[in-house]
C-alpha cells in the first residue's frame, strides 16, 4: 500500500445531504443533531442548504435551524445553495464557506436544476462573483462524477474540462460527488489523474456514496493519490432524490474507525459520532445502514502489530 496521510480531514454531510433525502423532521430535530455533531470534534459541518421549499421541503426551515444552532469554535460551517437567491440568504445568515453544484451529466442537471451543465457553469461563474465581492469562498461540487443513473458512465476528461471552467472563473475549492455509488478505486484513480493532470493547485474533496458497497476502498484509494479531505454523513443517513436506487452516503463513523484504526488522525472522538449516529437513527425514526452501531468493540485506536 502506498504511503497514507498522517491526518484526514472529514466535513460532515449529514445535516443537509442527509436529512434533505429523508423523510422530514422537525426543526427541533434538526438542530439536535447539528448540536450533536458540533460536539464530536468534526471540524468541518455542511450545515443546510438554501433552497426553495417546493423543490426540497425537508430544508425549508433552514434559516431557523441554523440560528437556533450552537456555533462550536473551531468548527467550520457550510452551506450549499443553488442559485443567486440562495447564496443571498446564506450570506444573510453569516455563512462564509459556500458551496454551489452542478452536475457532469447534463441529464442529471436538468432533473436536478431545470438547466444543461453549460447554463450552470454560466450561473455558477456569477455566484462566485457575488460570494467573492461578499467575502465568501465558493466551492463547486460537481456531481454524477464517476456515472450518471441516466446516461450511464461519465468521461474522466469531460469533470476534468469542467474543473478548467470553474477554476478560471474563481473557484476556491472543487468537490466530486460519487452521486450514483457507480465509483470504484479505477474511477477515482482515473479521475483524480485526469483533474491534477491539468489543476494540480486546486484544493479536492471527494463524496462517495455506498450503493455498491465501494466507499471505504474508493477512499483508500483517494489517501493513496494524497486526497485528505472527505464528506461523510452520520449514520449513512442520505441518498440523492434525482439518481434512482443511489443509496445512503458513506456513514462517517464506519470511515472514522477505519482511518483511526490505521493511525490516521480525524480530530473526531468515535464515540461521540456514534452517540450522534444513535440520535440520528432515533430522530429518523429507521434503520440507518452503519455496521459500526451494531458491530460490537470500536475504539482501536492505533494500527495493529505489524
Avoid at 460532515?12 to 423523510?23: I, K, M, S
Avoid at 433552514?62 to 443553488?82: C, F, I, N, T
Avoid at 452521486?179 to 486546486?202: F, K, W
Wanted: charged fraction near 25%.
Amino acid at each position: 500500500m502506498a504511503d497514507m496521510p498522517g491526518s484526514v480531514s472529514i466535513r460532515e454531510v449529514g445535516p443537509r445531504d442527509g436529512l434533505q433525502n429523508e423523510d422530514p423532521i422537525p426543526t427541533d430535530a434538526k438542530v439536535r443533531l447539528l448540536d450533536a455533531l458540533s460536539g464530536t470534534g468534526v471540524r468541518r459541518i455542511e450545515a443546510v442548504s438554501f433552497v426553495h421549499p417546493k423543490a426540497i421541503p425537508q430544508m425549508a426551515d433552514a434559516d431557523e435551524v441554523w440560528q437556533r444552532a450552537e456555533k462550536v469554535d473551531g468548527v467550520r460551517y457550510s452551506a450549499l445553495v443553488p442559485n443567486t437567491r440562495g447564496a443571498r440568504r446564506a450570506l444573510a445568515a453569516g455563512f462564509t464557506e459556500i458551496e454551489v453544484v452542478v452536475s457532469a451529466s447534463d441529464t442529471h442537471n436538468r432533473r436536478n436544476v431545470n438547466r444543461s451543465t453549460a447554463e450552470s457553469l454560466d450561473d455558477i461563474a456569477e455566484l462566485i462573483d457575488l460570494l467573492h465581492s461578499a467575502g465568501a469562498t465558493a466551492e463547486v461540487i460537481v456531481a454524477t462524477s464517476f456515472g450518471c443513473p441516466y446516461e450511464g458512465d461519465v468521461d474522466p476528461e469531460r469533470v476534468a474540462g469542467i474543473v478548467d471552467r470553474v477554476v478560471r472563473d474563481g473557484a476556491d475549492r472543487v468537490a466530486f460527488g460519487d452521486t450514483t455509488g457507480m465509483g470504484t478505486p479505477r474511477r477515482v484513480r482515473e479521475l483524480v489523474t485526469a483533474v491534477r493532470d491539468r489543476n494540480a493547485q486546486v484544493p479536492v474533496l471527494l463524496h462517495f456514496h455506498n450503493t455498491r458497497g465501494t466507499a471505504l476502498a474508493n477512499m483508500l484509494t483517494a489517501m493513496e493519490l494524497g486526497i485528505t479531505e472527505f464528506d461523510a454523513s452520520v449514520g449513512g443517513l442520505g441518498g440523492c432524490p434525482y439518481a434512482p436506487g443511489a443509496s445512503g452516503n458513506l456513514a462517517t463513523e464506519e470511515a472514522v474507525h477505519m482511518l483511526h484504526d490505521m493511525g490516521i488522525d480525524t480530530g473526531i472522538d468515535l464515540d461521540a459520532l456514534v452517540g450522534a449516529a444513535e440520535l440520528a437513527e432515533e430522530l429518523v425514526g429507521k434503520r440507518l445502514p452503519s455496521g459500526v452501531l451494531r458491530a460490537g468493540p470500536r475504539t482501536r485506536l492505533t494500527p495493529l502489530p505489524a
